[in-house]
């Protein structure tokens, strides 16, 4: 269901993307296209995909995952930069079966600085295609309603990679706007205890084996700092 579920945004991101930009590529107005500058900012907002961890991929939820950097170009079409991360996911009451009397109320927050390098293609005058690596470290919070009772906190400290392609689509404005698709992973994983329990019925120690990874898949605004004048 998970994977049906990812290949359904994937289509409708893609089909979102695709369409402006081979209309917006044929219009005479794009002739005054800002291109990116020296100095560039970029945010995302996309929907993770667990894909690691047999245990935590078959009963997490991906709600939403979020990122910042400001980037300086080097050398042509490559940019160095640093920057935020933000994941969040939920454990599903549904899938683990939890009574209504009794939430689980499982939450997992990874989050932490990176440093970036990017390489930008350009396809069309409007069109521009981007590489990245990020390297970070991050921590990470686990909760559950059993840990609040206990007034127990649970934090793990660790170092993640993620790659990511974006696709943009610049406009007359200092604004760019990109579809964005990335992998994220970490040196961590998910242990029961990290929600305060011992075990999840149906599932053994071999379950847990992994390190937190997922897919991301969503949208981004990018913007230059320092708008080219225009002839």
């Known amino acids: 269901m998970k994977t049906k579920e990812l290949y359904i945004a994937l289509e409708i991101l893609l089909c979102c993307s695709v369409l402006p930009f081979s209309t917006f590529s044929q219009e005479e107005s794009f002739s005054r296209i800002q291109p990116l500058t020296k100095v560039i ?9 667990s894909t690691s961890n047999p245990f935590f991929s078959e009963n997490s939820q991906g709600i939403v995952q979020m990122s910042g950097s400001l980037n300086y170009s080097f050398a042509k079409n490559f940019y160095v930069g640093a920057g935020y991360d933000y994941t969040y996911f ?4 549904l899938k683990l079966n939890s009574s209504p009397n ?6 997992i927050q990874l989050q932490g600085f990176f440093g970036e390098v990017s390489y930008f293609y350009s396809l069309y005058d409007n069109v ?11 921590s990470i919070h686990s909760s559950s309603a059993k840990c609040s009772d206990k007034d127990i906190s649970h934090t793990k400290k ?3 990679w993620s790659s990511n392609i974006n696709a943009y689509l610049l406009t007359e404005e200092a604004f760019s706007f990109f579809f964005s698709l990335g992998y994220r992973i970490s040196s961590q994983g998910f242990e029961p205890n990290d929600v305060c329990e011992i075990e999840f019925s149906g599932h053994d120690s071999k379950d847990y084996l992994g390190n937190y990874g997922s897919i991301h898949v969503g949208f981004g605004i990018g913007f230059s700092f320092v708008k080219p004048d225009r002839n």
């Open 41 to 49: 900012a970029k945010t995302n907002f996309r929907v993770p995909f």
């Open 90 to 93: 939920k454990l599903s009451e």
């Open 102 to 107: 009794q939430q689980l109320d499982g939450k």
């Open 128 to 138: 521009l295609f981007e590489a990245n690596l990020q390297i970070g470290q991050e």
């Open 158 to 160: 660790g170092v993640f």
